[in-house]
């Protein structure tokens, strides 16, 4: 497969050098190394509530399941958490079956380019949602088209000890299985990982909706949506044990972020990264600075944010 080869090649020159070097707001904590860029009082939580009804994934958050779900602060800049000029946001739900996120994006130009499953998404306007174990964490990026990208990564500290290495799922010697450490914050506590790029969540279910027309100047858009579904067993054989479903009261971290290929000029602070709960550095891979989820039993709908 000299294709996937090279695509490989490019991702993973993709992934350590070009995009996310390009800010000029990288943090790199000389003085402090391994010191975590953001502080836990500044983790945006979340409360995900349960549902019970029926939703059609086709990137239409029209069901009355959306409206009444909770939805979370407009993202903010990646590396300052400042504004941003644009409005993001997304919300979770969950029934026994699966996990379901929604995310709202206003654009008024909807772009996109690649077409290729795990082609590097981030290279479009994106969003983006990382979901953290104790062990590891998986990454998935979407573009308008629909078309998503995706890596399993495991913590080094812990792959071997815990067992992850025994898995033929996780057999590091499979083509697309590499080496990583982050982006623009290569002195995470917990040191390497290794990623899996060959790794597709079973049973994923995900469309986008353009509210506008794709890839045409001639108009202003309103925006794109995205839905999701994850089913609850994609998560059995690395999420290190936990309840799925969670339990009432669980606390899962993700990530819920959007990447773009404009910015607000200067005097904004717009690194061209945005989420729900900033990293204080450019780069997604720190879940010490993911969004707290709290999964209630509670219905949406039935409490006041
Ligand atoms: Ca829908
Ligand atoms: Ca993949
Ligand atoms: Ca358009």
Not at 10 to 23: G, K, R, T, V
Not at 46 to 71: N, S, V
Not at 118 to 123: E, G, L, S
């Amino acid at each position: 497969m000299i294709y996937k080869g090279v695509l490989f090649a490019a991702l993973i020159i993709a992934c350590f050098i070009p995009d996310m070097n390009e800010s000029p707001g990288v943090v790199t904590n000389t003085q402090n190394p391994g010191a975590l860029p953001c502080q836990e009082k500044d983790v945006v939580h979340y409360t995900a509530h349960q549902t019970t009804a029926t939703l059609a994934i086709d990137g239409k958050l029209d069901e009355a399941a959306w409206e009444a779900a909770t939805r979370s602060p407009r993202f903010v800049d990646l590396i300052k958490g400042t504004p941003t000029y644009l409005d993001t946001k997304a919300a979770v739900l969950w029934d026994e079956k699966y996990l379901y996120i929604g995310y709202w994006i206003e654009e008024p130009s909807v772009k996109a380019t690649l077409t290729e499953r795990d082609a590097p998404i981030y290279r479009d306007n994106d969003v983006e949602l990382f979901i953290a174990g104790p062990d590891g964490y998986y990454e998935f990026e979407i573009n308008a088209h629909g078309t998503i990208y995706e890596v399993l990564f495991f913590w080094e500290d812990t792959f071997e000890k815990n067992g992850y290495s025994n898995l033929p799922e996780f057999d590091r010697t499979h083509k697309g299985v590499k080496p990583f450490n982050g982006v623009g914050y290569k002195t995470h506590p917990r040191g390497r990982r290794i990623g899996f790029w060959n790794w597709d969540y079973p049973g994923l279910l995900k469309a986008v909706h353009v509210d506008g027309t794709i890839n045409n100047d001639k108009d202003r858009d309103r925006g794109w949506t995205v839905e999701l579904a994850l089913p609850w067993a994609g998560f059995a054989t690395w999420s290190g044990g936990r309840s799925l479903p969670p339990h009432d009261g669980d606390v899962w971290r993700m990530d819920f972020s959007r990447f773009n290929t404009h910015k607000e000029p200067a005097p904004a602070h717009d690194s061209g990264g945005w989420a729900m709960s900033p990293h204080g550095v450019w780069d997604s891979h720190v879940p010490e600075c993911f969004t707290a989820v709290v999964f209630s039993k509670e219905p949406a709908g039935k409490t006041t944010k």
